[in-house]
């Protein structure tokens, strides 16, 4: 497909389990982003990769959020023991090089619900 | 952290009409973009304008950004029922990366 995709597209979990989001961006797109979105706000940025490093990881909220893009393409974010505040839709976007006008190409989500 | 606020949190409009959206950020800015979600999911770029220019044009939206007052403005003229949808503003600095800081958004339902 042409545009970026994520999966699944919803993932319920219990509180205290371990879950993984995967994201599949654009061909060719050397810059990753994960957002995350709560219920009636503006998403909110998490980390950024540029090819496999994570050169911005300044909106992962505590250390129990984690995210690698081990071969510069594919991307996981992973969160260990959630907790119900953890419940968002996550949102992943790429773009051609991370430059400042780049325009960002954002997937569909995943909508993570904590019981 | 969101960047800033929109304004007004919500309008309705009739079919036809122009919708107007306002959006503040509190930085100073590279360029500032808007974008458009439809049932709380997908982001859609929609334009972007840099910090030295003042209005852009894009078919049927118009916007303007005043960095003095860092506040950017949205126009949707001759508004369509397929309009419906979240409209966000989002800022990158000047510095670092392309990171998006997004507003709170603004819910546009047009009705037909």
């Known amino acids: 497909g042409a545009g970026v995709s994520q999966t699944p597209s919803n993932k319920v979990t219990e509180k205290g389990k371990y879950v993984e989001l995967r994201c599949d961006p654009i061909?060719?797109?050397?810059?990753l982003y994960w957002y995350r979105q709560s219920l009636g706000q503006g998403p909110e940025f998490l980390i950024y990769f540029q090819g496999t490093g994570a050169a911005d990881d300044s909106g992962l909220p505590n250390d129990r959020f984690f995210a690698v893009r081990p071969e510069g393409s594919v991307s996981t974010l992973k969160i260990q023991r959630t907790e119900r505040g953890d419940s968002a839709v996550y949102l992943c976007a790429s773009s051609f090089k991370g430059q400042l006008t780049d325009t960002q190409y954002f997937g569909p989500g995943t909508r993570l619900t904590v019981l | 952290s969101q960047q800033g606020e929109e304004d007004p949190q919500a309008l309705s409009i009739q079919e036809g009409e122009n919708a107007t959206m306002n959006c503040s950020y509190k930085?100073?800015?590279?360029?500032l973009q808007w974008y458009r979600q439809n049932s709380g999911r997908g982001l859609v770029h929609l334009i972007l304008?840099?910090?030295?220019?003042r209005e852009k044009h894009s078919g049927r939206l118009r916007v303007t950004l005043d960095t003095s007052k860092k506040s950017s403005s949205l126009l949707i003229t001759a508004s369509r029922a397929a309009d419906t949808a979240s409209y966000f503003c989002a800022t990158v600095r000047n510095f670092g990366n392309e990171k998006l800081t997004f507003g709170t958004g603004t819910r546009l339902t047009i009705i037909p």
């Open positions: 304008i840099r910090s030295n220019e």
């Open positions: 061909s060719g797109h050397t810059a």
């Open positions: 930085t100073s800015i590279n360029n």
